[in-house]
């Protein structure tokens, strides 16, 4: 690999093509970039039984380094879309526990003991067995397998740079428009990418189906991978065209390249506008229904992308922003003045807040004390979510105070992650009104009608018991995510079976509707915040199931728009009548596919 960037030299400059794989759609235009990172000399080291435990100590020691590296790269996920950090989150979180009791460190810790290796070389021989072992299964899904391995390597690789202290690839320096190459980016590197400086990427290496491809796709970065000779022949500063739509670099474009490209910037500039345009315009069908548009928000830094979007309020405040990276639980006041940031800058709009959903996959430190990192061998169906907090009530109690608090500065709603039974609104309410009656006692101001106290219907458990939970709760949006994951038993980030997630298994569809209707029978506001709300191409679906509400990353509330103003209700209806009639879910996309093609040809 390179060490340091190459100096330019006097070669031609004559319009020259590179051809790679289209990974990610757009068009570049600018200087390159070139970024190395210094290569790892890993020269096979041999130990004394003596110096056994102190090498596993050290290889401890990286391991624990290594989790914190890639922990804090976590929170650099925030400022990412929510595309990147969905695909992202996931994978590191597949890092952190490969950095914890897994087969590579056991395998390593092994070698250093019956071989006496050093750590660097017996992580090497063992993340390379467990990649080659994985390469070998008999498997159709060969992308699947090469991603698996990918990333022991890269955990691997993480591991042996630590203990060689070998610095990573610094992005720091990338200039504004710049486009960005290298022999290779991994999908750590692809986090440290900024989409709004960054026009572009282009690598010798990688494919279409890897984590890096996906993670520029949802980064919205116009991409070209597995474009070989593009490093030797580029230098610093040299002027190129990328078309992430074709897989097509130019170096040296000559005018009639970069007037093709101008014209095809124009035209992504065009549809941008055509989506801006859209902020003002009310999300409503060509028969008059409306739709309620709202964002979901991870952080306070994500309020102008929701501002500029035009939603209606937000539909689902993740808290646990507030709860992540620190040391101590954030106190009253501290979550108060968090909310009230928030809510002020809404104007008037509603703010939906989800009372913290902590699962024993998350890290979070100031929640260690009383509560085990992992509890157990599924967190998924662990003590999490509404069960966390009615265990531990004290912070159930103090998160229901901060947002009574702030009620008063404008409109809020209140949401119980992971509700499986009726009787767990029925505590939560409980234990809401006790601390309103207490805050009247000590003079807060608060509403005389108190904020709806809303249940997440994610779990198929709460979904087939929609009609009791209604009568306890003031609300329901439908987190369709992991919803599909419970009833579907699929966890998206496990590659042998992440195919198998499909949000339009008939299963999953109708929960979503029973849950729609109980809610319908009740008169109560039912919205969805899962992925399947920012689709333009399944709205008519949900509108037809009944929804009248969308909760989604703020990006796609345009385009989502842009949907429902070409749709007709009644047409709707009668489209998911006959879905819901189907039974295979592979017929279900044909019938999606339809319907998007015949009434919303102007998404693009």
Known sequence: MKTEPKPRSKKPTKEAVFRGIAVSPGIAIGPIHDTSEVATDVPRRVITPAEVEAEREKLNQAAATARKQVTKLKT???ILPEEAQEELAPLLDAYILMLGNSRLLRGARKRIGDAGLGAETAVLDEAEEIAALILATKDDDKAGLLRRAGEVREIGRRLIRTLTATPFRSLKDVPQGAILIAEEITPADAALLDPARIAGVATEEGGADGHTAIMLRALGIPAVLGCHGLTEAASRGDQAVLDGGTGKVVLHPGEAALVAAREGLAGYARERTKLGKLRRLPAETTDGEVVELQANLEIPAELPLIAQAGAQGIGLLRSEFLFMNRPELPDEDAQFDAYRSIVEAMAGDAVTIRVLDWGGEKDMEALGQGVPAHTGPNPALGLR???????RPELLEEQFAAILRVSARGPVRVMLPM????????????IYERVARRLRRRGEALPEKLPPLGAMI?????????DAIALEADFFAIGTNDLAMYTLAVDRAETDVAHLYDPLHPAVLRLVQFATEAALRMRMQVSVCGEMAGNPRLVPLLLGLGLR??????????RVKQAIRVLDIDDCARFARRVMEQSDPARIRELVAAFGNDKAKPIS
Request: charged letters at 20%.
């Open 76 to 78: 650099r996920l925030n």
């Open 419 to 430: 509700i499986t039974i009726p009787e767990e609104v029925a505590q939560a309410r409980e």
């Open 549 to 558: 509400s969308l909760s989604m990353n703020a990006s796609a509330i345009p």
């Open 458 to 466: 994610e779990t198929p458990g709460a979904a087939l018991t929609a």
């Open 385 to 391: 979510g509404i069960r966390l907090l009615l265990k």
